[in-house]
């Protein structure tokens, strides 16, 4: 069938009252436009209302690509980040929105980010840049962002994306660990909670594809115990010698 006619039925069913994830007119010009065929081996299975696995990342169902889309409200002129490129769809759709030298996208696995460039640029997105980083940092390079959106899970919004953000920015993500709520947040507060989701868990060095050691808890301890020693005043930093 004909990959237009597959993507009209796909935007139809999103639109479509039983389903009600998809209302912005500008979110459905631009997941019409994208030919998501250009990111899968199989047609058909790129417009099947589903999640995939490809290259050890999980590819987000239009569903919830359209969720995400909608929370973010991304206006033409904006400048977007997405934390976790997965194979290249979703900074596509932004492309479609604010055009592809206003979208960067980050991801911790070196093999999803070569399968997201190749994917770009076969769907005539080339311009998106695609780099291989910790999500949780983001790109300052690029800072300050009109939108953020992870593709990733995380039990608090990571302060570093928060310090990209333009005034008025907007950072939409999965937040929580085995519950999770599609959450946006402006000036680091909760402005907006888009309903239950359940993405992957945001990865750190060495939990990425074909990594060896995974480190979460490790770092978050440290991490951790950093905030906290930071967070203490006057008699209470234990590294103040009052003899000395």
Request: hydrophobic share 40%; proline share 5%.
């Amino acid at each position: 069938m004909d990959p237009a006619v597959l993507r009209e039925d796909m935007i139809d069913g999103l639109r479509h009252e039983s389903r009600g994830v998809l209302d912005s007119e500008t979110v459905a010009t631009a997941m019409n436009a994208v030919p998501r065929h250009a990111f899968f081996d199989d047609e058909r299975a790129a417009y099947a209302d589903r999640e995939t696995e490809r290259v050890g990342t999980r590819v987000l169902a239009p569903s919830t690509v359209a969720r995400l889309f909608e929370a973010a409200a991304i206006e033409p002129d904006d400048s977007v980040l997405l934390v976790g490129a997965g194979v290249g769809y979703t900074p596509a759709v932004a492309a479609a929105i604010v055009g592809s030298r206003n979208v960067q996208a980050v991801d911790i696995t070196r093999q999803v980010v070569y399968e997201a460039r190749g994917n770009l640029a076969n769907a005539g997105y080339a311009s998106v840049l695609v780099d291989c980083r910790d999500g949780a940092d983001g790109l300052p390079e690029y800072a300050p962002y009109d939108r953020i959106l992870l593709e990733a899970a995380a039990v608090e919004p990571p302060q570093t994306l928060l310090d990209q953000l333009a005034p008025d920015g907007r950072l939409v993500m999965p937040l929580g660990a085995r519950e999770q709520t599609l959450t946006v947040l402006e000036d680091g507060e909760v402005v907006e909670e888009c309903g239950a989701v359940a993405f992957r868990p945001m990865l750190v060095e060495g939990e990425q594809v074909g990594a060896i050691e995974r480190n979460r808890m490790h770092r978050e301890d440290e991490e951790r115990a950093r905030q906290a020693a930071q967070s203490r005043t006057g008699w209470e930093q234990d590294w103040i010698d009052w003899d000395g």
